[in-house]
C-alpha cells in the first residue's frame, strides 16, 4: 500500500499553512471586523467586499452530490493548472525528481514541469494513441515521482486502454494523475469511481469544456483525503473568488442543461466527421472521445492560415509529435461547423453535399 506521507517533499510534511481570517470563524456574525476589508461595499456596486470562503464549501458540497465523491476528496484550483501545479511542489525535488509524459499531449504538464526545475521523461504514445505500458514502467525509477496520463487525451481525442492505466497504477508506487478534462463527452466510466481502490490516484475535471465555464478558471482534483489535505495546507489561502464561487454554484444547479449541450456536441462530432471524410484532401479522421477532432489532411499548414484568413480559427497540431498535417478541430454549434465545413470546401474546390 502507498504511504502518501512517505511521497511528499520532506520539508513539506509538517508545513503550516497560513490561517486566513475565514479559517479560523465558524458560526454566524453580523459585525465583521477580522480581515481588514472595506466595511462599506465595492467600488463597482457589488458585494465583494468581504474575503471568500476559502475551501469553497458550499460549491464542494454540489460537485460532492453530483459526483459522488466525499467533500474531503475534493480539491478545487484556478483551472486544472493550479492543482497540476501545486502537484509538482508536493511531491518533485527542483532539481531532482522527474516525472514521466506520453506525448503528444496536454502542453501543461512539461511547463510545469520545466518552470518547478523538475525533469520531464517524455514516453511517446503508440502509433494508435495508446499507451506504451512496457516503455513507461521501464523509465520508472526511483526519481519518478508522478505520471500523466490524459484519458480523453489532447490533442488526439480518445480514451487510454482503461486496463494500460490500471496496469500503471498497481506498478507504480508515485503518483498517477488521470486528467478527464474531456470526460463528459464520453460513455466510459470516470476514474472518479475507482478513486478509493488507488491511494495513489489524482483524478483532473474542470468546468471548462461541458460545463461552459472557461471564463471562470475553475478546476476539480481528486484524491484521497490525504493528498487534499496537503493541497490545501500549500494553496493560495483565497485561490478561488467569490464571484467563480457564486457562477459555478449556479452552474450546479443548471447540470442538466449541461446534458444537453453535450448531446448535441457529440450528434455534431459524428456529422463534422463524416462530412470531412468526404474531401479529398482529408486522409483521417482520428476516433475522438472529446468535444474536438483530430483530423489528418494534405496541406494542414497552409489550410490553417486559409482558414483564418476567412476568419475561421482551428488549431494547427502539424508540429506535435505523431501529428503531421494535423488539424485539432473543436466542435462548435451547427451554424458554425457549417461555416467551417463550407470554408474547407471552397479553399480545395470540392463541393460538399
Known sequence: ???IDNLIRPHLRGIKPYSSARDEF????????????????????????????PLQRNVKKKISLLKGVEIENIFLGNGSDEPIDLLFRLFCEPGVDKVITT????????????????KNVEVPLLENFQLDV???????????????????????????NSEDIRAILNTFDGLVVIDE??????????WLTRLSGYQNMVVLQTFSKAWGLAGLRLGMAFANEKIIGYLNKIKPPYNINQATQELA?????NFKSVGDWVSVIVAER??????????????KVYSSDANFILVRLEGAGK??????????????????LLCDDCLRITIGTPSENDILINELSTLISQPIN
Open 249 to 253: 454554484s449556479k452552474a450546479l444547479d
Open 181 to 190: 478534462a474531456y470526460i463528459d463527452f464520453t460513455n466510459e466510466e470516470s
Open 1 to 3: 500500500m502507498v504511504e
Open 103 to 118: 506525448p503528444p499531449t496536454y502542453g501543461m504538464y512539461k511547463v510545469s514541469a520545466d518552470i518547478n526545475n523538475v
Open 134 to 160: 512496457d516503455s513507461i514502467i521501464n523509465a520508472i525509477d526511483a526519481n519518478v515521482k508522478m505520471i500523466f496520463l490524459c484519458s480523453p487525451n489532447n490533442p488526439s481525442g480518445n480514451l487510454l
Open 26 to 53: 465558524e458560526g454566524t456574525a453580523s459585525v465583521f471586523l477580522d480581515a481588514n476589508e472595506n466595511p462599506f461595499g465595492s467600488a463597482d456596486g457589488s458585494s465583494y467586499n468581504r474575503y471568500p470562503d
Open 303 to 320: 489550410l490553417y492560415r486559409d482558414l483564418i484568413e476567412k476568419g475561421v480559427v482551428v488549431r494547427n497540431r502539424s508540429n506535435v
Open 270 to 283: 459524428k456529422r463534422i466527421s463524416e462530412k470531412l471524410l468526404k474531401l479529398s484532401t482529408v486522409k
